[in-house]
């Protein structure tokens, strides 16, 4: 027998619980089925970001960055350690143990706002005069209304497929064993920025080897430069401009051959390699084709700027959909996505979604770049303010990089924040906000920022739009 709802969720990644638990909120009777799992079978909701992203990987940065305190930095403060290690096991213990209070969070919410849990993989059944058929398992679910949130999956090398122990996706690069001596990484993406800068803080010799000839090319081009600067002198190898070959699994590690930008064969021998080059949106056992779903030649499920399908009541949101491939992107959709089908105007602005590197420095931006302002032949005003002048960096021993503004050369709205530096990831919002409130870069100078914060040097950096900073 099925079970009927008004409201059925395909996927419990941040978009899925977060679009269910909206649904409920709004009255509706609501459903998510996930199919990810801890290794004793037991539902793991929270998709790719909980399980092997966003999530662990902070809890892995975190403890990365603790060591390399310890190790390079705490005897600037007058304090000294002896017999300083790292129990790798422990730490990937304590990684595994933050997943957890984020999966049997998402379970506890479920619970709190009425939304009924299937775990297992759900697929397209038959369209019924009741709704589309859903099947989980031997279950069969009857939705008035269905969101697909499935996600995306880690992109493969051609012919390279990830065995998870030499050729690593996110998943597999979160679960090293032990500190390896060489690590490669192809490609500069973020999953594989992060997850390098974790090895290599633990005492790993990384390699990056980037197939563009500029390095992070979607980041305004002063501060990737800035990031380039700071990460060489780190310790990290970034080759650009490289043409990846044969890559051979064998005996204790992986060979890798490559052709430099300058045409010179090379062969790097490593302990694992990390493929960082993208993701693909995730549609494996959806079965679209039972309902006549429509995918894009990217695999993507096509909908319209309200997230609507071809198919009338079928949503999409998140990864599995045009757009950026960021969790807060898929939390905003599935809000939005529940208050339309209650037939409220929900929004979600593209325009002012932040994008976040969690490296040391760390790196965010929201809006665009110069670089963007420039081919669109946009009238800008530029305005940087340095960390190495904000007190409050001084005092933290943290001064690489900065805040940088763009405003609009006559109204002065601003056009795109960008920092490189401490808590940037923290320092965005206020970025944000204004820009949702289309506040000039006056707005943020004429604002009070307390004394000494790093905040601060966002106010400095409003002012240099006006070429009056007062600190620097």
Known sequence: MSKQFDVVVIGGGPGGYIAAIRAAQLGFNAACIDEWKTKDGKPAPGGTCTNVGCIPSKALLQSSENYEHASKHFADHGIGVQGLSIDVQKMLGRKDAVVKQNNDGILYLFKKNKVSF?????????????????????????????????GSNARALPGVPFDEEKILSNDGALRIPAV?????????????????????????????????????????????????????????????????????????????????????????????????????????????????????????IVVDDECRTNLPNVWAIGDVVRGPMLAHKAEEEGVAVAERIAGQHGHVNFNTIPWVIYTSPEIAWVGRTEQQLKADGVQYKAGTFPFMANGRARALGDTTGMVKFLADAKTDEILGVHIVGPMASELISEAVVAMEFKASAEDIARICHAHPSLSEATKEAALAVDKRTLNF
């Not at 297992?120 to 008035?144: C, H, M, P, W």
């Not at 780190?234 to 060979?255: D, P, R, W, Y």
């Open 118 to 150: 299937f775990h297992g993989r759900g697929s397209f059944g038959n369209k019924t005069d009741a709704g589309y058929e859903i099947q989980v398992g031997d279950e069969t679910l009857v939705a008035k209304h269905v969101i697909v949130a499935t």
């Open 180 to 300: 390896p001596k060489k690590l490669v990484l192809i490609g500069s993406g973020v999953i594989g920025l992060e997850m390098g800068s974790v090895w290599r803080r633990v005492g790993a010799e990384v390699t990056v080897l980037e197939a563009l000839p500029t390095f992070l090319g979607a980041v305004d081009e002063q501060i990737a430069k800035e990031a380039h600067k700071a990460f060489t002198k780190q310790g990290l190898k970034i080759e650009l401009g490289v043409k990846v070959g044969e890559i051979k699994t064998g005996g204790k590690g992986v060979s890798v051959a490559y052709t430099t930008a300058k045409g010179e064969q090379q062969t790097l021998d490593a302990d694992h390699v990390i493929v960082s080059i993208g993701r693909v949106p995730n549609t494996i056992g959806l079965k679209p084709e039972a309902v006549g779903l429509k995918l894009d030649e990217r695999g993507a």
